[in-house]
């Protein structure tokens, strides 16, 4: 018989990491980027990425990204 594989996360890290994952792609979508100047939207693309790396130290599941 087969083995099965073993799950590297759990499911409720999956679930915590996609839900973490999907807002940072919200509030990407959301930035008026084409009214903004480019200083200030590389400030509030690095704040999207400051979050999403600190809520990544907390969830193995979103390090892999």
Same mark, same amino acid.
């Given at each position: 018989?087969? #083995?099965?594989?073993?799950?590297? +996360? @759990?499911? $409720?890290?999956? #679930?915590?990491?996609?839900?973490? &994952?999907?807002?940072? /792609?919200? &509030? +990407?979508? &959301? /930035?008026? %980027?084409?009214?903004? $100047?480019?200083? !200030? &939207?590389? !400030?509030?693309?690095?704040? /999207?990425? $400051?979050? %999403? @790396?600190? $809520?990544? !130290? =907390?969830? =193995?599941? %979103? !390090?892999?990204?």
């Amino acid at each position: 018989m087969g #083995s099965k594989r073993k799950r590297v +996360f @759990e499911t $409720d890290e999956m #679930s915590k990491g996609a839900v973490k &994952a999907r807002q940072i /792609l919200e &509030a +990407f979508v &959301a /930035l008026p %980027l084409e009214t903004m $100047d480019k200083t !200030q &939207a590389w !400030q509030e693309v690095r704040k /999207l990425k $400051d979050n %999403l @790396e600190k $809520d990544a !130290q =907390h969830c =193995h599941w %979103l !390090q892999k990204f």
